[in-house]
């Protein structure tokens, strides 16, 4: 039997587990946690505590005590540590990126002169690289562009690194004291043109010479209905049952594909080592095509629950299959044809100052046939079975899947879910609806154009 380790205890890290489960290869899987995740748990999923997920002696230990087979990290944060170059030290497959690699989530920067040194300056906007705290040409980048800028600190902040004119800034003053401060922590910030148009997320699983795509979805990141308020880490994610999204052409998604397939091989030119794991681009669409807002090196979350519950392909063949550098063996990805609707139920607060502490009473049944439910940051209450109530211990505690033949029952199935939980938590309805869909439709034809 395959002994498989996860590193991470979130919903991603759930998902991740419960994919892992339908391989018919029957594997063991344990998960590296910092907390123990409900839902995790009971899947039958071995757990191993540690202090910190970049405790690689820890991961170290629990690889000799099982004989295990391969590494599969979650989060960011242990791959920016290197938790692949430690893998590899210690002769163990690792489903991710070396450090150097990673750099694609960690820097911005890097990204960004990677692909303008490599010829993928087609997929960039306009863009300003400063490494002094009094550099003067940032002043002269903001009026250039009329103070339409993103501000992105070049390091990982934990979703708040990036600013963003009209939403965080209307003044000079207070986009420049970002980076000031981004200089001072990171050696450098990043300015770029801020794009009009509609993002969305193509996650592909990569081994630096074959590229296969997810199915295309779109995050939700503004903590209020109608995209107002502060950004979160992801308030949930829609998919249509054409494994796209209603506003997208086959070229948009071509387009995608190519970056991702040309900054896969400019990576390897530029580290000198195959790029093995998770694309993960958050592109935009605009009236003058698909542009790369950023990448990051892991799955998405709350991405990776649409996605990786509708999968049919076998997810552990599809992991070592892409370690060994064969993945051309496994072809297109299967999806499940549905469309996907996913939501977060989130702590109040959420995301400026969540409240932890509270009871979520769950439903009888938490997965059926047109849902499913991935627990985050929840934990057991010690005097209550854990399939009746759980304690909110994050921001985002418990996240909804609906599936339907289309975008709008699929969200009528999640929020009918939704219904049946009580306690004292947020969400966005908004998210699947057909005003919303028929919203960012508009906005796409008014920029086409």
Same mark, same amino acid.
């Given at each position: 039997?395959?002994?498989?380790?996860?590193?991470?205890?979130?919903?991603?890290?759930?998902?991740?587990?419960?994919?892992?489960?339908?391989?018919?290869?029957?594997?063991?899987?344990?998960?590296?946690?910092?907390?123990?995740?409900?839902?995790?748990?009971?899947?039958?999923?071995?757990?191993?505590?540690?202090?910190?997920?970049?405790?690689?002696?820890?991961?170290?230990?629990?690889?000799?005590?099982?004989?295990?087979?391969?590494?599969?990290?979650?989060? $960011?944060?242990? =791959?920016?540590?290197? +938790?692949?170059?430690?893998?590899?030290?210690? *002769?163990?497959?690792?489903? #991710? !990126?070396?450090?150097?690699?990673?750099?694609?989530?960690?820097?911005?920067?890097?990204?960004?002169?990677?692909?303008?040194?490599?010829?993928?300056?087609?997929?960039?906007?306009?863009?300003?690289?400063?490494?002094?705290?009094?550099?003067?040409?940032?002043?002269?980048?903001?009026?250039?562009?009329?103070?339409?800028?993103?501000?992105?600190?070049?390091?990982?902040?934990?979703?708040?690194?990036?600013?963003?004119?009209?939403?965080?800034?209307?003044?000079?003053?207070?986009?420049?004291?970002?980076?000031?401060?981004?200089?001072?922590?990171?050696?450098?910030?990043?300015?770029?043109?801020?794009?009009?148009?509609?993002?969305?997320?193509?996650?592909?699983?990569?081994?630096? $010479?074959?590229? =296969?795509?997810?199915? +295309?979805?779109?995050?939700?990141?503004?903590? *209020?209905?109608?995209?107002? #308020? !502060?950004?979160?880490?992801?308030?949930?994610?829609?998919?249509?049952?054409?494994?796209?999204?209603?506003?997208?052409?086959?070229?948009?998604?071509?387009?995608?594909?190519?970056?991702?397939?040309?900054?896969?091989?400019?990576?390897?030119?530029?580290?000198?080592?195959?790029?093995?794991?998770?694309?993960?681009?958050?592109?935009?669409?605009?009236?003058?095509?698909?542009?790369?807002?950023?990448?990051?090196?892991?799955?998405?979350?709350?991405?990776?629950?649409?996605?990786?519950?509708?999968?049919?392909?076998?997810?552990?063949?599809?992991?070592?299959?892409?370690?060994?550098?064969?993945?051309?063996?496994?072809?297109?990805?299967?999806?499940?044809?549905?469309?996907?609707?996913?939501?977060? =139920?989130?702590?109040?607060?959420?995301?400026?100052?969540?409240?932890? *502490?509270?009871?979520?009473?769950? !439903?009888?049944?938490?997965?059926?046939?047109?849902?499913?439910?991935?627990?985050?940051?929840?934990?057991?209450?010690?005097?209550?079975?854990?399939?009746?109530?759980?304690?909110?211990?994050?921001?985002?505690?418990?996240?909804?899947?609906?599936?339907?033949?289309?975008?709008?029952?699929?969200?009528?199935?999640?929020?009918?879910?939704?219904?049946?939980?009580?306690?004292?938590?947020?969400?966005?309805?908004?998210?699947?609806?057909?005003?919303?869909?028929?919203?960012?439709?508009?906005?796409?034809?008014?920029?086409?154009?």
């Amino acid at each position: 039997m395959k002994k498989i380790i996860v590193i991470g205890n979130g919903g991603r890290e759930h998902a991740i587990c419960d994919a892992l489960l339908k391989s018919p290869q029957n594997p063991e899987i344990w998960n590296l946690a910092t907390a123990v995740n409900p839902g995790i748990e009971n899947l039958g999923v071995k757990i191993e505590l540690t202090d910190s997920l970049e405790n690689f002696e820890t991961l170290k230990n629990l690889v000799e005590k099982i004989h295990a087979d391969l590494v599969i990290p979650g989060p $960011e944060a242990p =791959l920016a540590a290197g +938790v692949a170059d430690f893998c590899r030290e210690i *002769g163990i497959p690792c489903f #991710g !990126p070396t450090r150097k690699n990673a750099q694609l989530e960690s820097s911005k920067s890097w990204t960004r002169d990677l692909l303008k040194n490599n010829g993928i300056a087609d997929a960039c906007p306009d863009f300003l690289v400063s490494m002094e705290k009094d550099d003067p040409t940032r002043a002269k980048f903001f009026k250039k562009w009329n103070g339409q800028v993103v501000v992105k600190a070049d390091g990982l902040l934990g979703g708040k690194g990036v600013l963003v004119a009209g939403d965080h800034f209307t003044d000079f003053e207070t986009a420049d004291d970002f980076a000031k401060k981004s200089i001072e922590k990171f050696g450098r910030v990043v300015l770029e043109e801020k794009l009009i148009g509609v993002e969305f997320s193509l996650i592909s699983i990569v081994d630096g $010479e074959s590229v =296969l795509d997810c199915r +295309v979805c779109q995050d939700h990141k503004r903590v *209020g209905e109608n995209a107002v #308020g !502060p950004q979160t880490g992801g308030m949930g994610v829609i998919s249509d049952e054409n494994l796209s999204l209603p506003f997208l052409t086959k070229s948009d998604l071509e387009k995608a594909h190519n970056i991702t397939v040309r900054a896969m091989h400019a990576v390897a030119k530029e580290a000198g080592d195959k790029f093995v794991g998770l694309l993960y681009g958050g592109f935009i669409a605009t009236k003058n095509g698909v542009q790369l807002i950023e990448y990051n090196v892991r799955w998405g979350d709350p991405e990776a629950l649409n996605i990786l519950c509708t999968l049919e392909s076998d997810f552990l063949e599809i992991c070592e299959s892409a370690c060994a550098g064969n993945l051309e063996k496994i072809g297109k990805l299967k999806f499940t044809s549905v469309a996907t609707v996913q939501k977060y =139920l989130c702590a109040p607060g959420y995301p400026d100052d969540p409240e932890k *502490g509270g009871t979520i009473e769950l !439903p009888a049944i938490l997965d059926g046939e047109n849902f499913r439910t991935f627990f985050a940051g929840v934990e057991k209450i010690s005097e209550k079975n854990p399939s009746e109530a759980v304690k909110i211990s994050g921001g985002r505690a418990i996240g909804i899947v609906g599936f339907g033949e289309n975008l709008e029952r699929a969200n009528e199935i999640c929020e009918q879910k939704i219904a049946e939980f009580s306690g004292n938590f947020h969400h966005r309805a908004d998210i699947g609806t057909s005003k919303l869909t028929a919203k960012r439709v508009e906005t796409m034809q008014k920029i086409r154009h």
